[in-house]
């Protein structure tokens, strides 16, 4: 029985790693940690009978103590349990589905106590990659992909030498707004940016796809991951998301993962590696897809996107500004107090007007947040 840890079990990640918990029986859930959703959160306990649980407020501790008295549960709070959580003694891996850089301090603990990571928090690569790949390599842990692109590139990595890599294809749905003007992105409404057309995710992600900044973050994580160049990471949209992404070798060869838009498939794959697993769910039938079509993303509409590769070249803590001033801006257009198209113009301002920082350390990096945070505060 392989005991794993969640962080953000009530997500969208979170809920499908536990749905593959149930289906394969031979998976304990030996800790998890929650948001706010302490309806939802309290229904998994009783389910999955953790060792110990988690959330963001202290309020809701209380609430949760309270309404699991009679399990032997133990719960904690805010960052500190986020960290118990991912330390977990008994856990082998961590799942770590929590959004946005609230979930860099608890990967940085679960590495450094030996945990293999599932991650799913591409913020923790984004803005901490020069950090925690060494980490990895240093405490003898897996980093294990979660994301589709990432776990796609993955798997078509497996068995082939990766010093031999030409180019990372890195694919996108395109969103539900590709081909449109940057006119018509003007009156574009919070409903609108929500519906993605292929894949079911939360809010935050969701937004993020809509404008491309989604595909940039998976850029600047893809580099750290695989430790190629920002050269050698090219973005294709390929709309019918079938095919995950695909990696070209030195010879011109390429290797693809293709599948539904089904995430169970890769938080799987991350869960029980280098072992493959029978899963149930949906099966293309090539016959009825007809066709897969490809196209060039719009960058010039898209900013998000473009301005992630200029993150990337400048290096140092400019992908964190990139990521912290999008997730602020984010919050902003969810809360309906920015327009659409504000998003990107509030990463561009803080892009040229936030300090960088060469090598950041992890509080560099967490200040760096902060500045791009009152930055932002006083202008929007």
């Known amino acids: 029985m392989r005991k794993i840890a969640i962080l953000g079990s009530t997500g969208s990640i979170g809920t499908q790693t536990l749905s593959i918990v149930k289906e394969q029986g031979d998976l304990e859930v030996s800790a998890m940690a929650a948001g706010h959703n302490i309806d939802l959160f309290e229904q998994q306990i009783r389910e999955f009978l953790p060792r110990q649980v988690a959330v963001w407020e202290e309020r809701d501790a209380h609430e949760l103590k309270t309404r699991i008295s009679d399990l032997n549960v133990k719960v904690h709070y805010g960052m500190d349990g986020l960290i118990e959580i991912a330390t977990d003694a008994d856990s082998e891996i961590v799942v770590t589905a929590i959004v946005g850089m609230l979930g860099l301090r608890p990967t940085v603990a679960a590495i450094q106590n030996g945990k293999n990571i599932a991650l799913a928090n591409k913020e923790t690569l984004v803005t901490a990659g ?16 979660v994301d589709s692109e990432h776990s796609a590139i993955f798997q078509s990595l497996n068995g082939e030498d990766a010093s031999k890599i030409d180019k990372i294809l890195l694919t996108a749905s395109g969103g539900p707004f590709r081909g449109k003007s940057k006119e018509a992105l003007n009156h574009v409404t919070l409903a609108d940016a929500l519906k993605h057309p292929n894949w079911s995710m939360g809010k935050k992600i969701t937004i993020d796809s809509s404008t491309l900044v989604n595909k940039g973050l998976e850029v600047i994580e893809a580099k750290w991951l695989f430790g190629v160049t920002p050269e050698q990471i090219q973005v294709v949209v390929q709309p019918q998301s079938i095919i995950h992404s695909m990696v070209m070798y030195v010879d011109g060869g390429i290797i693809a993962q293709l599948g539904t838009a089904d995430m169970r498939l890769p938080i799987q794959y991350a869960l029980y590696y ?23 993303p719009d960058t010039k509409t898209f900013r998000g996107l473009a301005l992630a590769y200029d993150a990337l070249h400048e290096g140092g803590n400019a992908p964190t500004i990139y990521n912290a001033a999008n997730e602020a801006a984010v919050d902003l257009f969810l809360k309906e107090k920015i327009k659409y198209l504000q998003i990107t113009e509030i990463i561009e301002d803080c892009m040229k007007h936030c300090s960088i920082i060469d090598n950041p350390s992890l509080d560099e990096i967490l200040q760096t947040q902060h500045e791009v945070l009152e930055r932002i505060g006083s202008r929007w």
């Open 130 to 145: 020069h950090l925690i790949m060494p980490m990895a390599k240093e405490y003898g842990v897996s980093i294990l992909p």
């Open 274 to 296: 280098p072992k493959r697993r029978p899963l149930s769910g949906e099966r293309i039938d090539f016959a009825k897809l007809g066709q897969i079509t490809f196209e060039e």
